[in-house]
């Protein structure tokens, strides 16, 4: 479920861009203003305003708010702006330009989202950037790294939940043969992991678990890797077995002691707060034993603060 309060009653794409307007007018921005109305209306609502906006006054709104607003706010309001498909569109581009540390992004959008979903993202990126999500992942990466994220971004899953026993049975030891035996080749592996229902691998997970007396994740080695592959597989496994937890972990590890990962944390609220993101509070409040609003309250500051705020759903 979304987290976003949208009014019962809001008004009118033209009196919204108006209210924008006059917010970016003066000695100064109004970020309050900008953010009662952006942060408070649904996909419809923002891409309508955008368009008013800029048949009224003859300029892009989302240029305009990021010459108005700076920092992790201005981050922030750039991608909600946009079209959700845009956004996550956006999001993986710039994670292909530096996939060993963003390869997260890729890894989230890839396994969070239905065929369906994962499908208009790659058209909306084909557009944007007049070539293939594949054709960027398979020229920055290579061997097995390549080769598991061709296989999650190229995929269309089956997205029901029939499971064949029988064959999670059979691919848990052919996991664990890949897994135990060190071996190098993981084309099976990449195969089961790229191609089978999230339902059909957690139930092969589970018969590993089972199996094995540890979960797959914890099996996997954890040796130095300098392709990086092995920590692209274990993100992309917890992403498929349990979304919520895994967004969990992120966004507790983006609000480390060490300082606040605003990419991290901006990045799960934005894609998820129109889509799934009560459900990622409530893993939140049950494994950390508080609520992720006082989380993010006591990690941020400011109108970045108040913007999370607004999408986690805490008032008008």
Known sequence: MATIV????TPSPAEDADALLKAFQGWGTDE????GVLAHRDATQRKQIRLTYEENYNENLIQRLQSELSGDLERAMYHWVLDPV????VMVNTATKCIHEDYAVIVEIACTNSSSELLAVKRTYHVLYKCSLEEDVAARTTGNLRSLLLALVSTYRYDGDEVNDALAKSEAKILHETVTNGDTDHGELIRIVGTRSRAQLNATFSWFRDERGTSITKALQHGADPTGYSHVLRTALRCISDANKYFVKVLRNAMHKSGTNEDSLTRVIVLHAEKDLKGIKDAFQKRASVALEKA????TSGDYKSFLMALLGSGI
């Open 296 to 299: 993010i309250g006591n990690d």
């Open 6 to 9: 949208v009014p019962p009653v």
């Open 86 to 89: 845009e956004r996550q569109a």
């Open 32 to 35: 309050q203003a900008v953010i």
